[in-house]
């Protein structure tokens, strides 16, 4: 596929799913840059139900970020023990906030290359941040919707999220950055999923070369 086709497929495959998902944002509950921050932190292997479920009395007990970086660490495995790997999470949530605080005064920076100095971020969650809180595209966030969904559609054959992120934004304008991953997130939650795929109801349909439906016809 050369390289005008693929224009036209992802504005394509853009403009459908921004007609059903409209604008969006981050689906993490949050009212502080570092609460987002620790939220993502919790969202790794783990629901973004289970840590909207969790964060409300973790935010609750740790109200500004110097009590996070000054939180004892076997009350803050208590707190986030639901939504698993807590230890590491609990070094990670630590490490981070003392860096915020000591070294940042408390201002999340607005570039990757800084944000993945931090414990616990990396460049998937770097994108979120940028893309969340100052409306900055310096990537793709690539997740499993993500990464699934993009070689369904062909627009990859990359199993490595940073080439998959690479391929991604060759393929799509840099003010579609900002939506697509969220896009996809929230199609392989609906009728793409890993386990369950509805090739008959998805909106994509008629375009996907994954489509089962079109391969068995």
């Known amino acids: 596929m050369n ?5 036209s497929f992802t504005n394509k495959i853009y403009k459908i799913l921004e007609a059903e998902y409209g604008k969006v944002s ?27 479920l969790t964060t409300p009395e973790l935010f609750k007990r740790y109200p500004t970020l110097e ?23 609990t070094k990670s949530i630590l490490g981070f906030s003392k860096k915020l605080l000591n070294e940042y005064r408390g201002k999340l920076p607005e570039s990757i290359q800084e944000l993945i100095e931090f414990p616990g971020i990396g460049r998937k969650t770097a994108n979120v941040l940028l893309n969340e809180l100052y409306n900055k595209s310096e990537g793709i966030v690539v997740d499993t919707h993500v990464k699934r969904i993009s070689k369904l559609l062909g627009l990859t054959v990359s199993q490595d999220p940073i080439q998959i992120e690479r391929d991604l934004m060759s393929k799509f304008h840099q003010d579609q950055w900002l ?6 997130i929230f199609l ?17 349909k008629k375009i996907c070369p994954s489509n089962q439906e079109l391969l068995q016809s």
């Open 26 to 52: 981050c689906p993490l509950h949050y009212k502080k840059p570092h609460e987002l921050a620790i939220a993502v932190i919790l969202s790794a292997q783990c629901t973004d139900e289970r840590v909207n």
């Open 3 to 7: 390289s005008g086709k693929i224009s």
């Open 188 to 204: 392989g939650r609906s009728t793409c999923s890993a386990r369950n795929r509805q090739c008959s109801i998805c909106i994509l």
């Open 179 to 184: 939506n697509i991953s969220l896009y996809f």
């Open 67 to 89: 009590d996070f970086a000054n939180a004892s660490p076997e009350d803050l495995e208590k707190l986030i023990f639901s939504t698993g790997f807590y230890k590491n999470k």
